[in-house]
């Protein structure tokens, strides 16, 4: 396992061979178990006349070999790891598939205004079970981890769907001013994982004719998350938790099971 990458200092590292081949294949197992089976969360994130961008979320106690690899591999520890935290929580899966062809990006854009949760020791693991080329990978803005928080907006119309318009900073215009934002990226083989804070602004490019991209993102809470309910829908929802866990409470609920523990 080889680190590459400063969590505290960035807010992103690539860890070569986090997982074995076996727990690749189970990550490899779920996802298309996933695609066979898409739960009532599951978006296209492409548009009609583009190739396949599917999204689904939320997974984990339906599908074995995802709770298998969320609870048996090492990607709970090493989370606890890189955010200092004496305990690590599931907060929840995202399937990602681009298929051969789609040019839909991923725009820069930052997880955590989409989330329910508010604190800052927290990771977000990104898995390919494909091989990932420069022009396709994840890309991150180093150091955006320290905020501010930009405004969430929709992938395919922009639209402003959760804060409302100008109740947040929008994003920069990064590739109008290259000296002032360093952008971070891997190519990645199975196996390769990226772990990243929930603020960290990334994105990705499209995917060739010839290549499909199948990811597993897990996100996960360490000691400093907190419940944060919104007036809006989330993504992804969790409809009625506001009626089981106060404004500021830790996340103590089945919905978010505890995967490690500091000994």
Not at 45 to 68: G, I, K, M
Not at 149 to 178: C, H
Request: glycine share 6%; aromatic share 10%.
């Amino acid at each position: 396992m080889i680190i590459e990458g400063d969590y505290e200092h960035d807010g992103v590292v690539c860890i070569r061979q986090a997982f074995t081949p076996e727990q690749v294949e189970w990550v490899t197992m779920a996802i298309d178990a996933n695609l066979r089976d898409l739960s009532p969360r599951a978006k296209r994130a492409s548009a009609a006349d583009d190739a396949l961008f599917v999204e689904d979320f939320c997974n984990w106690d339906r599908l074995p070999t995802l709770e298998r690899f969320i609870r048996q591999s090492p990607a709970a520890e090493i989370a606890g790891g890189l955010t200092g935290s004496q305990t690590i929580r599931l907060y929840h899966d995202h399937v990602l598939v681009k298929e051969p062809g789609t040019k839909q990006h991923t725009p820069w854009h930052q997880d955590q205004p989409y989330y329910n949760v508010d604190g800052y020791q927290n990771a977000s693991l990104w898995l390919p079970v494909d091989p990932v080329d420069r022009s396709s990978t994840l890309e991150f803005i180093a150091g955006t981890h320290r905020g501010p928080w930009y405004m969430p907006r929709t992938f395919l119309n922009n639209q402003a769907s959760w804060f409302p318009e100008g109740s947040l900073a929008e994003l920069p215009d990064f590739e109008a001013d290259p000296g002032r934002w360093r952008v971070l990226a891997w190519e990645l083989e199975p196996g390769d994982a990226v772990f990243f804070n929930m603020l960290t602004v990334h994105g990705a490019g499209g995917v060739s004719a010839s290549r499909r991209r199948r990811a597993l993102a897990v996100r996960m809470l360490g000691d400093d998350m907190i419940h944060a309910p919104r007036p809006w829908t989330t993504s992804p929802p969790f409809p009625g938790l506001e009626l089981e866990l106060d404004e500021g409470a830790k996340m103590e609920h089945p919905l978010f099971p505890i995967l490690w523990t500091r000994t």
